[in-house]
C-alpha cells in the first residue's frame, strides 16, 4: 500500500492504493489531466471570439486555485500571500524601484518557505509540495516586476531589443495579475511564460501578432484562420504516455543511490561504474519529461503556446516549450544540453539576473539558480560543479573544435566523443542534485576521486581562454539560453548557437514528478 502522506485531498487514497503510488503524485496527475481536459473545455466553449477577457481571466484563476488546494491544502495560501504582498510593492513603491524589492520580497518568501519545508517541518516524505509552484510563482512575479520597469520607467533607448518587445506599459490589474500568476494551465508545473504572450492569449489576439526568428519579431497574420493545437497536443500526449511508462518500469529498477552503494563501489570496474552513472541519470529524466511535456499540452489544447509559422507554413507550438529530449539525448557539448533542458528558467535568469548583472554576471546566474532551487546542499555542490564544467568545456570547445570541422568523417568522430565526454559530464555534475545531502555527494565523488573536477581545472589552467569584451555578444560568455535565436535551429542537434544559464538543474526538485530542474 502507498502510505506516501500528502498535504492535500486524500480524495483519490484508493487509486493511491491500488497503483502503488504515492497520493501526492496521484493527486498531481489526475489534476493535470483534469486541467487537459479543462482546457479543451476553455478553447471550445470560453474562446476569446466568444467570450470577454474578464470572464477568461475569473474562469482560469478559480480553476488554478481549486489545484492548488486539491494538491496542497491549505498551504496553497501561500501562493495568494506571496502574490498578494508583491502586487502591493508594485502599486505602492512605484516604478523606479519596485522592482528590486519585489524580486527581494519573492526570492526570500520562497527561501523561507523552502527552510520550513526542508529543516523545521518534516516533508521529506512528499514527493511534491507546495514549494515547487511557489518556484514557477517567483518567476512569474519577479519576470514582471522588470518587465513594468522596463516599459513604464526606463527609455526605449535603455532597453535591449527583447526587454523593449517583453516590456509592460500599463500596471496590470489585481484580476489581471492573480490570473498570470495563478491560471489553472500552469500553476502545478508551469512553465513560466511572459506577460504580454499570456495577455494576447486571454485576448484573442493571436491574429494580430505572432512571434517569429530570433528577436522575437512580431508580424501581423490576420490573413490566416485560427492554427489547430490538436496534432501538436496528440504528439506531446504520447511522449508523455511513453516518459511515464519509461519512469513506472525501467527508472525504477535504476536507483542513483546505487552509484553510492558500498558494494558496487568495491566491487565494479571503472567501465561498469562509468555505464551505471550513465544509465541511471538516463532512467532519472523521463519523469520530467513526462511532467514537462504535459504541462506543455494542456496549455497548447488551450490555445496558448502558438508561436507562428516556420517557412513550410507549419504551426509551431513551442512558445513555451520547456525542453527538447532528441537535442537533450544527443548533446555534444555542455551548453547544448543545457541549451534545451528547462528552457523557460533559462530564459528567467537570463531576463532578471545575467541580462542586468553590474559585475560578474556568470556567477550572480549561478548563484541566483542555486538559491531558487532550494535549500539542500546538494544542490549548491552541482551548481559549484557545473560552473567548473561550463567553464572547461568552453576552453576546449573553443581551442579544439575547429580542429574537427572537416571533412565529415573527423566531425563524426569528434561529436561521437564529445557526446560521450557531455553524458558523463552532465551525469557527474547532478548526482548530487538527486541525493539531495552533503554526506552521500562527497561519498560519490570520493569514489571517483574527483576525476572530473581535477580534469576540468586542468583544462582550464592549461588551455588559453578566449576573453570576450564585455557587452558584447555576451550570451557567449555563459550558458545562458537565447531561446528564440536558437528555436530557429531548433532541429540541427550539432548546432550549439545557443546559450543558457546555468541550468545544470531544472526546476522543482520534489515536485519530482511534477517538474523540476535538472535534476537531472
Known amino acids: 500500500m502507498a502510505t506516501t502522506s500528502t498535504t492535500g485531498s486524500t480524495l483519490l487514497q484508493p487509486l493511491s492504493n491500488a497503483m502503488q503510488l504515492p497520493i501526492d503524485q496521484v493527486n498531481f496527475v489526475v489534476c493535470q489531466l483534469f486541467a487537459l481536459l479543462a482546457a479543451v473545455w476553455f478553447r471550445t466553449y470560453l474562446h476569446s471570439s466568444r467570450t470577454s477577457s474578464f470572464i477568461r481571466h475569473i474562469v482560469a484563476t478559480l480553476l488554478g486555485l481549486y489545484l492548488a488546494m486539491f494538491c496542497f491544502g491549505w498551504y496553497a495560501l501561500h501562493f495568494l500571500v506571496q502574490s498578494g504582498i508583491s502586487y502591493c510593492i508594485m502599486i505602492i513603491l512605484g516604478v523606479e524601484n519596485m522592482h528590486k524589492y519585489c524580486f527581494l520580497f519573492a526570492i526570500g518568501y520562497l527561501t523561507v518557505c523552502q527552510i520550513t519545508r526542508v529543516y523545521i517541518f518534516d516533508y521529506g516524505q512528499y514527493s511534491a509540495d507546495f514549494s515547487g509552484p511557489m518556484m514557477i510563482i517567483t518567476q512569474k512575479i519577479t519576470s514582471l516586476a522588470y518587465e513594468i520597469h522596463d516599459g513604464m520607467f526606463r527609455k526605449d533607448e535603455e532597453l535591449t531589443p527583447s526587454q523593449r518587445d517583453l516590456a509592460v506599459r500599463r500596471m496590470p490589474s489585481l484580476l489581471e495579475y ?3 500568476t495563478c491560471n489553472f494551465l500552469g500553476i502545478l508545473a508551469g512553465p513560466l511564460c511572459s506577460y504580454k504572450d499570456y495577455i494576447t492569449f486571454i485576448e484573442g489576439r493571436w491574429c494580430h501578432l505572432t512571434q517569429s526568428g530570433e528577436g522575437r519579431k512580431e508580424e501581423r497574420q490576420c490573413d490566416r484562420t485560427e492554427p489547430s493545437p490538436n496534432v501538436a497536443v496528440t504528439q506531446k500526449l504520447v511522449v508523455c504516455g511513453l516518459s511515464l511508462l519509461f519512469h513506472l518500469t525501467v527508472s525504477k529498477t535504476l536507483s ?3 552509484n553510492i552503494d558500498e558494494h558496487f563501489q568495491a566491487t565494479a570496474s571503472w567501465p561498469t561504474k562509468v555505464i551505471y552513472l550513465y544509465v541511471s541519470l538516463l532512467a532519472a529524466r523521463p519523469k520530467y519529461y513526462f511532467a514537462w511535456t504535459l504541462a506543455d499540452a494542456i496549455n497548447n489544447a488551450a490555445g496558448f503556446g502558438f508561436r507562428g509559422y516556420d517557412k513550410n507554413g507549419e504551426a509551431r507550438w513551442d512558445l513555451i516549450s520547456n525542453l527538447r529530449i532528441q537535442q537533450i539525448e544527443m548533446s555534444t557539448s555542455f551548453k547544448m544540453f543545457l ?9 528567467w535568469l537570463k531576463r532578471v539576473c545575467y541580462e542586468r548583472a553590474s559585475f560578474s554576471p556568470t556567477l550572480q546566474t549561478f548563484i541566483l539558480s542555486a538559491v531558487w ?12 560543479t557545473g560552473i567548473l564544467m561550463t567553464l572547461a568545456a568552453r576552453a576546449v570547445r573553443n581551442n579544439i573544435r575547429h580542429y574537427f570541422v572537416e571533412p565529415p568523417q573527423r566531425k563524426l568522430f569528434y561529436d561521437v566523443i564529445t557526446w560521450a565526454v557531455t553524458q558523463i559530464a552532465i551525469s557527474y555534475t547532478v548526482v548530487p542534485f538527486v541525493l539531495l545531502s552533503i554526506e552521500p555527494s562527497f561519498a560519490f565523488y570520493s569514489s571517483w576521486c574527483y576525476c572530473l573536477h581535477c580534469a576540468g581545472i586542468l583544462v582550464i589552467l592549461c588551455l588559453p581562454v578566449k576573453k570576450t569584451p564585455r557587452g558584447k555578444n555576451r550570451a557567449d560568455l555563459v550558458p545562458l539560453s537565447q531561446s528564440k535565436k536558437f528555436d530557429e535551429q531548433e532541429h540541427s542537434l550539432g548546432h550549439n548557437s545557443f546559450s543558457t544559464t546555468n541550468n545544470v538543474c531544472s526546476q522543482n526538485q520534489d515536485i519530482a514528478s511534477g517538474h523540476s530542474s535538472l535534476k537531472q
Open 178 to 180: 492573480l490570473s498570470y
Open 373 to 384: 532551487h532550494g535549500v539542500y546542499p546538494g544542490y549548491y555542490l552541482t551548481f559549484l
Open 339 to 347: 541549451d534545451n533542458w528547462n528552457i523557460q528558467t533559462a530564459l
Open 256 to 258: 542513483v543511490e546505487y
